[in-house]
T-cell receptor
Framework: AQSVTQLDSQVPVFEEAPVELRCNYS??????LFWYVQYPNQGLQLLLK??????LVKGINGFEAEFNKSQTSFHLRKPSVHISDTAEYFC????????????FGKGTMLLVSP | EAQVTQNPRYLITVTGKKLTVTCSQN?????MSWYRQDPGLGLRQIYY???????DKGDVPEGYKVSRKEKRNFPLILESPSPNQTSLYFC??????????FGEGSRLTVL
């Protein structure tokens, strides 16, 4: 079984500042990793995913994440945030065994202020 | 357009009155799943289905039923809703590589 820990429940940041949202996972096997974003009153949409290959993954809206196997982390970063990035962000993991369960972290609320 | 469609989007009901939340996807995905989202708890899986007539329990299945008679549909049934089932529900479908496509959510209130 796998688990995901998002270390911060809320991250306040000023507009145009850089941000990092932290995600650590545990699994006894190789994994796929995902970041999803949920804007207010909407469903979840995929920001980016790591399946294999390069450990630096680029996603939509200028976000990127780096897979670090030794530290079992998949932190999400953006060099300069906008007000419109205010949303809840979820890290998720699944293992390689086909249709295994996708396990989500509890989410990090990113609050961008002017 | 590829999408997962849930209905109703909003529902207020009373304890014990059976209800069904429908879910349909047009991407020919074999795997479908239901999650509930509660503040501070993130998303928790209720049930999932790997194919037609194949369903299995997730982390929080108590009080829920599902069926998968067709590939595109995966309804969630609350036979006797209780107030602790007040939540935001998401249906999702996925490809084998794990990426989930979500519906827009159904907000359920049980009085």
């Amino acid at each position: 079984a796998q688990s995901v820990t998002q270390l911060d429940s809320q991250v306040p940041v000023f507009e145009e500042a850089p941000v990092e949202l932290r995600c650590n996972y545990s699994s006894s096997v190789s994994v796929y990793l995902f970041w999803y974003v949920q804007y207010p009153n909407q469903g979840l949409q995929l920001l980016l995913k790591y399946l294999s290959g390069s450990t630096l993954v680029k996603g939509i809206n200028g976000f990127e994440a780096e897979f670090n196997k030794s530290q079992t982390s998949f932190h999400l970063r953006k060099p300069s945030v906008h007000i419109s990035d205010t949303a809840e962000y979820f890290c998720a993991v699944s293992d390689y065994s086909g249709y295994s369960t996708l396990t989500f972290g509890k989410g990090t609320m990113l609050l961008v202020s002017p | 357009e590829a999408q997962v469609t849930q209905n109703p989007r909003y529902l207020i009901t009373v304890t014990g009155k059976k209800l069904t939340v429908t879910c349909s996807q047009n991407m020919n995905h074999e795997y479908m799943s239901w999650y509930r989202q509660d503040p501070g708890l993130g998303l928790r899986q209720i049930y999932y289905s790997m194919n037609v007539e194949v369903t299995d329990k997730g982390d929080v299945p108590e009080g829920y039923k599902v069926s998968r008679k067709e590939k595109r549909n995966f309804p969630l049934i609350l036979e006797s809703p209780s107030p602790n089932q007040t939540s935001l529900y998401f249906c999702a479908s996925r490809v084998r590589t794990g990426e989930l496509f979500f519906g827009e959510g159904s907000r359920l209130t049980v009085l």
